[in-house]
Protein backbone atom coordinates (compact mmCIF):
# COMPACT_ATOMS: atom_id res chain seq x y z
CA UNK A 1 0.00 0.00 0.00
CA UNK A 2 1.27 3.07 -0.90
CA UNK A 3 1.88 5.86 1.89
CA UNK A 4 0.61 8.37 -1.36
CA UNK A 5 -2.70 7.24 -1.54
CA UNK A 6 -3.34 6.26 -5.15
CA UNK A 7 0.06 7.69 -6.08
CA UNK A 8 1.44 5.76 -9.44
CA UNK A 9 5.11 5.28 -9.55
CA UNK A 10 7.06 4.45 -13.16
CA UNK A 11 10.64 4.27 -14.27
CA UNK A 12 12.28 4.07 -17.34
CA UNK A 13 13.70 1.07 -16.43
CA UNK A 14 13.75 -2.13 -14.44
CA UNK A 15 16.80 -4.52 -13.45
CA UNK A 16 13.75 -7.19 -12.39
CA UNK A 17 10.20 -6.15 -12.98
CA UNK A 18 9.58 -9.20 -10.96
CA UNK A 19 11.23 -8.50 -7.69
CA UNK A 20 11.78 -4.81 -8.08
CA UNK A 21 9.15 -3.15 -9.29
CA UNK A 22 8.65 0.70 -9.57
CA UNK A 23 5.89 0.47 -7.17
CA UNK A 24 8.19 -0.50 -4.46
CA UNK A 25 9.95 3.00 -4.52
CA UNK A 26 6.24 4.14 -2.56
CA UNK A 27 5.16 1.55 -0.72
CA UNK A 28 6.17 2.67 2.55
CA UNK A 29 9.10 0.52 3.08
CA UNK A 30 12.35 2.36 4.16
CA UNK A 31 13.69 -0.43 5.81
CA UNK A 32 14.63 -1.88 1.92
CA UNK A 33 16.37 -4.29 0.47
CA UNK A 34 17.65 -5.86 -3.04
CA UNK A 35 18.67 -9.25 -1.17
CA UNK A 36 14.84 -8.97 0.71
CA UNK A 37 12.94 -8.51 -2.72
CA UNK A 38 11.57 -5.09 -1.19
CA UNK A 39 12.96 -1.87 -2.82
CA UNK A 40 13.20 -1.29 -7.12
CA UNK A 41 16.57 -0.86 -9.16
CA UNK A 42 16.69 -0.14 -12.54
CA UNK A 43 19.17 -1.15 -15.08
CA UNK A 44 23.23 0.52 -14.60
CA UNK A 45 22.74 3.26 -17.62
CA UNK A 46 22.91 6.84 -18.66
CA UNK A 47 19.47 9.05 -18.37
CA UNK A 48 17.53 6.67 -15.66
CA UNK A 49 14.69 7.98 -14.30
CA UNK A 50 11.81 7.27 -11.79
CA UNK A 51 8.48 9.38 -12.00
CA UNK A 52 5.86 9.50 -9.22
CA UNK A 53 2.25 10.17 -10.05
CA UNK A 54 0.52 11.66 -7.02
CA UNK A 55 -2.91 11.14 -7.72
CA UNK A 56 -3.95 14.45 -6.40
CA UNK A 57 -1.57 18.11 -6.18
CA UNK A 58 0.12 18.42 -3.48
CA UNK A 59 2.60 20.74 -1.88
CA UNK A 60 5.97 19.27 -1.36
CA UNK A 61 7.99 20.11 1.64
CA UNK A 62 11.13 16.95 1.49
CA UNK A 63 12.58 14.75 -1.36
CA UNK A 64 13.68 12.15 0.77
CA UNK A 65 16.06 9.33 -1.10
CA UNK A 66 16.87 5.80 0.78
CA UNK A 67 19.62 4.01 -0.84
CA UNK A 68 20.39 1.23 1.63
CA UNK A 69 22.81 -0.82 -0.43
CA UNK A 70 25.85 -0.44 -2.26
CA UNK A 71 24.78 0.47 -5.50
CA UNK A 72 26.43 4.16 -6.13
CA UNK A 73 24.40 6.76 -7.71
CA UNK A 74 25.90 9.69 -8.87
CA UNK A 75 24.80 12.96 -10.93
CA UNK A 76 21.15 12.91 -10.15
CA UNK A 77 18.37 14.96 -9.84
CA UNK A 78 15.26 15.61 -8.29
CA UNK A 79 12.48 17.69 -10.30
CA UNK A 80 9.25 18.59 -8.85
CA UNK A 81 5.87 19.46 -10.77
CA UNK A 82 3.23 18.91 -12.64
CA UNK A 83 4.67 19.42 -16.13
CA UNK A 84 4.60 15.67 -17.73
CA UNK A 85 7.97 16.74 -19.38
CA UNK A 86 10.15 15.90 -15.98
CA UNK A 87 13.06 18.32 -17.08
CA UNK A 88 10.57 21.67 -17.01
CA UNK A 89 9.83 21.09 -13.75
CA UNK A 90 12.41 23.04 -11.37
CA UNK A 91 14.99 21.28 -9.46
CA UNK A 92 14.80 21.12 -6.00
CA UNK A 93 18.57 21.35 -5.31
CA UNK A 94 21.89 20.90 -7.06
CA UNK A 95 23.25 17.05 -8.40
CA UNK A 96 22.89 14.71 -5.56
CA UNK A 97 25.10 11.92 -4.60
CA UNK A 98 23.82 8.96 -2.70
Known amino acids: ?7 TATMSSLENAAAWP ?3 AIDG ?3 AKKSLNSCTSSL ?4 EWLRIE ?5 PI ?3 VHFNNEQDVMVNFF ?5 DP ?6 KCQDTAYA
Open 29 to 31: DFG
Open 1 to 7: MSLLGGA
Open 22 to 24: ASK
Open 61 to 63: RTV
Open 85 to 90: IVSVNP
Open 78 to 82: YHVGD
Open 44 to 47: ISVD
Open 54 to 58: LAASL
